[in-house]
Structure formats: structure tokens, C-alpha cells
């Protein structure tokens, strides 16, 4: 009796007519969205205005009550902060230092985790959220984001140590050919990162070797010495590891391709500058990476200023 007053809970919530997903149950996931149609990518999936805002941390909210709001689409909540914490989205501009402000927002909080997602967690104008589809999303697809940032260089194991719950995407399916590679690709994504940026993802440097295991590498990476040639072959590598894994979507490709097309443009050696050139008009990203491959091993005229320029921006951070 219980059970059926809570599932029927989200039923009750309102949402526009047009929009292209329905609420249900996710199994192992409680109540998840799924699109009703294809959504295409980069459409618009849901425009959401809060319910309220409460213009506090989610620390100092203690005592209203939500009577729509289920744990995970089952049981109620047990207490009010974990309530607003799991339903509310931060809408505060950091870049303009607003203090901190979070909406209520009961649909897009029903959008279920990916470690593979298909949408990117909801962007803030004014007061209302917007989420958007970076792959397409075919009807009956269930429509995810990516709870927490980083995850394309974190293994399972570590993803859900973060997450603090068992994540059941495709991804994190134990015993899979898929999952085990999936780790794999996972570590390699975590080491081309630090090869290119001399930090780990937390922004430090590594004391252990776990993720460079060669010490020279290493110090190298951290130095900012590693050559023109390798940045541009170790970006390629990983932007094929990413779309093995199904993460090249709209959202990581805007991301990545402003540094890689200024990698190119940084080469001074007539011949690099032509393979690097050359790479960057073949189709596939295997094909770029195919030619790009030619540079491996040689120097270029401005490894030394690009050495440089990067130990100062390292030195402004
Ligand atoms: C914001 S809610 C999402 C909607 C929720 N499923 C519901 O029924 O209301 C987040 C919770 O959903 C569950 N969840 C989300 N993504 C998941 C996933 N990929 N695997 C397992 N559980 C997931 C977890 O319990 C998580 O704490």
C-alpha cells in the first residue's frame, strides 16, 4: 500500500505536454526519464523553472517538507536536507560570484546517472535549467548525464567510490568485455591527461608512479618538456579512446577541439607543421592519428618557447 502511494508519488508531478520523455522506473535505478521520440543532438530536452529557490547552502536548509520527493522512487525521505540535496540544482553564477542559491527542480532530478551519458548536467539561465541531448537519443532510450566531472579518466572501482551508490550503466556492468576495457581505456585517458597537462586530475602531481610508471615520462610531463610532436600524438590517442568508449559526444568534442586545433598551430618546423596539417584534413580520428603518428620522435623549433610559456601559466595557477 505503501509502496504504490510512493511509486504514484511521481506521477503527480506536472510537466509540459511537449516534452519528449516520460518518468519510470529505471530497473536498479529507481524512477529514470526516458525520450519518447528521437531526440536529435544538441536539441533541447527539458527547459525547467524552479519550484523555489532557497538562496542558502544546502547545509543550512533544515525544515520543510517535500512531500513529492522520494528517495531514489521508493521510500520518503528521512531528512529534509538530503531531500533538497538529491532534487536541487545549484543556480548561482560563480563567475559573477553570486552567493550560493539552489532551485528545487523535480523533473530533471529524476534524470537518472551515466558514466556514458547522453545529455550534459542542466545549464543555468536565470533562474531556470536547460538540458540539452550531445548524442542522439533514440525513443525508449533513457536520457542520462554524467554526475560528476572527471569520470572519462576514472576506472569503476573509483567512479563509485565518487557516486556513493552502485552504478548500473553500461559502463560499470561487472564482468563485461566492455566494462574490462572500458577500465582500461579509463586508466590509459588518465595517463595521456597527465602526459599533457603535469598534473593528475585533481590538479596535483602524482608522489607514486601509478599512473606514469616511467620516471623519466614523468618528470617530463611535470616539467612541461614533452615535445610538440608527442602533445599532438598523446591528444589524438586520447580522443580516440574517448570515442571507443562512447564519450566523444558534442559536449567533450567542443571541449577538446579548440586545444588541438592550437597544438597544430603552434608548430614552426615547415615539415611538422605539414604532417600536423595533413593529420588534422583526414576524416576519422584514427586517420589523424594514423598520420600524426610520422612526427613521433622528432623536435621542433618551438618546443622550447611552448616549454616556457607553459611552466609560466603553471606558475600563474
Ligand atoms: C537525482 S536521483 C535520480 C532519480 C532517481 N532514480 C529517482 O527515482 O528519483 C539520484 C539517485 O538515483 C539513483 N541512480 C541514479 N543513477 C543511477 C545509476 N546509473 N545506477 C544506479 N542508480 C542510479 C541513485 O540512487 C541516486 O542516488
Known amino acids: 500500500m505503501h509502496l504504490t502511494y510512493y511509486l504514484l508519488a511521481y506521477r503527480r508531478l506536472e510537466a509540459p505536454d511537449e516534452i519528449p520523455f516520460e518518468l ?10 526516458f525520450a519518447t521520440r528521437r531526440i536529435d543532438r544538441g536539441s533541447l530536452i527539458l527547459s525547467e523553472k524552479p519550484t523555489f529557490v532557497i538562496r542558502m547552502s544546502h547545509t543550512e536548509i533544515t525544515d520543510y517538507h517535500f512531500l513529492l520527493l522520494r528517495d531514489n522512487g521508493s521510500s520518503c525521505f528521512t531528512s529534509m536536507n538530503e531531500a533538497f540535496a538529491e532534487n536541487s540544482f545549484n543556480i548561482a553564477n560563480s563567475d559573477q560570484h553570486e552567493p550560493e542559491a539552489h532551485g528545487l527542480f523535480p523533473l530533471h532530478s529524476r534524470f537518472n546517472h551515466s558514466c556514458i551519458p547522453n545529455s550534459e548536467v542542466p545549464t543555468v539561465t536565470g533562474e531556470a535549467i536547460s538540458s540539452f541531448a550531445t548524442r542522439d537519443i533514440a525513443a525508449g532510450e533513457e536520457i542520462n548525464f554524467c554526475y560528476n566531472p572527471g569520470f572519462q579518466g576514472r576506472t569503476r572501482y573509483e567512479r563509485h567510490q565518487a557516486l556513493r551508490f552502485t552504478c548500473h550503466c553500461v559502463a560499470c556492468l561487472p564482468g563485461t568485455p566492455f566494462q574490462q576495457l572500458s577500465d582500461m581505456r579509463r586508466r590509459l585517458i588518465r595517463g595521456l591527461q597527465y602526459l599533457s597537462h603535469g598534473v593528475d586530475l585533481d590538479g596535483q602531481r602524482q608522489s607514486s608512479h601509478s599512473i606514469i610508471f616511467d620516471s623519466k615520462l614523468k618528470f617530463a610531463a ?6 610538440l610532436s608527442s602533445r599532438l600524438i598523446y591528444a589524438l590517442l586520447m580522443i580516440l579512446f574517448l570515442e571507443e568508449e562512447g564519450l566523444l559526444d558534442d559536449s567533450m568534442d567542443s571541449r577538446l577541439r579548440p586545444s588541438l586545433t592550437k597544438t597544430v598551430q603552434l608548430f614552426k618546423s615547415e615539415s611538422n607543421q605539414s604532417i ?3 593529420a588534422m584534413e583526414q576524416k576519422t580520428w584514427v586517420k589523424k592519428l594514423e598520420v600524426a603518428f610520422k612526427l613521433y620522435g622528432r623536435e621542433d623549433a618551438a618546443d622550447y618557447e611552448v616549454t616556457l610559456a607553459l611552466r609560466q601559466l603553471r606558475l600563474l595557477f
Open 222 to 227: 611535470e616539467t612541461f618538456s614533452i615535445t
Open 276 to 278: 600536423a596539417e595533413l
Open 24 to 33: 519510470r522506473p529505471s530497473p536498479g535505478k529507481g524512477w529514470g526519464a
